[in-house]
């Protein structure tokens, strides 16, 4: 029997065609299994740079074939853990870094009003000059603690208060001077400075950080502008009885009137060096913040002077009235749980204040009689109930008793437990006076007013 050749033919095709087949559907295969591992290692990439050590970065999932697909919802929920783990991590940061903040304040308030206190009261010159010295190195102290909190919350504190500007300018010199002058010494020229501060003048009403980092951005430039050494000049002065001036000079390169107009501007900058041009955009700002203003003069090779000057604190709000005070013969509540503290307050209050300490908010309240006392001063950390509770429940018996807060927190203005009080003081106080300021306000104003 011999075979047809037709079918013979049919067979050979079919065979034929079933390679051809075969061969388009390998190819096929082997450009999508080329395409899926291209896929893969985009996936792999974007997981390595994604999970940690490294650095959270925006996700952008790559397009995936359908076979991929799928992988996406798992990777969603890896990534989306990745994120919670960060932002749990960065907030327990956060939470630290408060309560270090806090902790140090605390002890800093110790410090700085005990250096205060001997510096005050003791007949020994030696003694005094080091309590001098160990309080100026306990406000440098405050001022790194609220830096690193700052920089770790990204909270800048813009809580004002009565301001000393001699004491801010002595404070800031002592920090940062030598550093000026030592990069002076290495660029081998010669910078003195010379201060000049009033006394005694008025205080100012704004923010003590706002205020240290403008004038620190104005010494740096006139320091800057000193190419070949010079004389920075820093003084204060009232021009009237209701402002107050500070004016920070050089006998340097000087401005020409285009940069003078422009040196507000932001971004804008004629250091050759690296910069952002926004130091005193920043100036700027921190003047209008606080109803100021700046004048700015200058010619090139006679030097720059900028004058910042600022609306006067009330003399009603810094003026001691003896008389009154005597007559008042305030009596005084502190509620803090540190004895020291208390006592420091205690100590650093004038003497026609009667002082009465208690550590706990109990105590305090079983002690408690309307009209028995005219202000109360009250941390917010206190054993049993807080001390915003505190002053809540002390207020429902005596209206009319006026309320200090006076804690380590850094709180907003808008926290709730500020409520509470009519007046709030943040630890630790670089200067006593200005807690018996607080305290002489408290006495004059009405209640109700919060500040």
């Given amino acids: 029997m011999t075979a047809d050749p037709s079918l013979l033919v049919m067979g050979t095709a079919a065979l034929g065609l079933l390679a051809v087949v075969a061969i388009i559907l390998v190819a096929q295969m082997q450009r999508q299994a080329r395409r899926h591992r291209t896929q893969l290692a985009r996936l792999v990439r974007m997981l390595e740079q994604s999970l940690p050590p490294n650095p959270p970065l925006p996700v952008e999932m790559p397009e995936l074939d359908e076979e991929l697909a799928a992988l996406i919802p798992s990777i969603s929920q890896l990534l989306a853990l990745r994120d919670d783990q960060n932002q749990n991590r960065y907030q327990l940061l956060k939470e630290l870094a408060h309560g270090l903040n806090h902790n140090m304040n605390n002890l800093l308030f110790g410090i700085l009003g005990a250096t205060q206190l001997i510096e005050r009261h003791s007949d020994d010159d030696e003694v005094r000059s080091w309590a001098k010295v160990a309080h100026s190195d306990g406000q440098k102290l405050t001022n790194l603690v609220k830096q690193l909190t700052e920089a770790v919350t990204e909270h800048v504190d813009q809580t004002p208060d009565n301001l000393k500007l001699s004491s801010i300018i002595s404070n800031l010199l002592n920090q940062q001077q030598p550093r000026w002058l030592e990069q002076a010494i290495t660029a081998g020229q010669r910078i003195d400075f010379q201060v000049e501060l009033a006394e005694p003048c008025r205080a100012i009403r704004a923010n003590p950080g706002g205020i240290t980092s403008m004038l620190e951005q104005l010494i740096k430039n006139s320091v800057d502008a000193l190419t070949n050494g010079g004389t920075v000049t820093i003084r204060t002065f009232q021009p009237n009885p209701l402002e107050v001036s500070i004016e920070v000079s050089d006998d340097g390169i000087g401005m020409n009137g285009n940069t003078r107009r422009r040196i507000f501007d932001p971004f804008f900058t004629t250091k050759k060096t690296l910069g952002t041009g926004l130091g ?132 907003e203005t808008t926290d709730p437990r500020r409520q509470a009080f009519e007046y709030y003081l943040q630890k630790p106080v670089t200067d006593i006076d200005l807690l018996n300021q607080l305290v002489a306000k408290a006495l004059r104003k009405p209640m109700g007013h919060t500040n």
């Fill in 280 to 411: 005193l955009s920043k100036v700027m700002t921190t003047v209008l913040q606080w109803d100021g203003m700046v004048a700015v003069t200058s010619e090139p090779g006679k030097g720059t002077s900028f004058v910042v000057t600022f609306p006067a604190v009330d003399p009603a709000d810094i003026t001691e009235n003896r008389e009154d005070r005597t007559a008042l013969h305030a009596q005084v509540l502190v509620v803090d749980d540190q004895r020291a503290i208390g006592q420091v307050i205690s100590q650093s209050l004038d003497d026609n204040y009667e002082v009465t300490i208690f550590e706990d908010a109990e105590s305090a309240m079983r002690a408690f009689q309307p009209g028995r006392w005219d202000v109360a001063i009250i941390d917010l950390d206190l054993p049993g109930i807080s001390g915003d509770q505190l002053a809540r429940r002390m207020r429902e018996h005596d209206p009319h008793i006026s309320r200090i807060l006076m804690t380590g927190w850094a709180l």
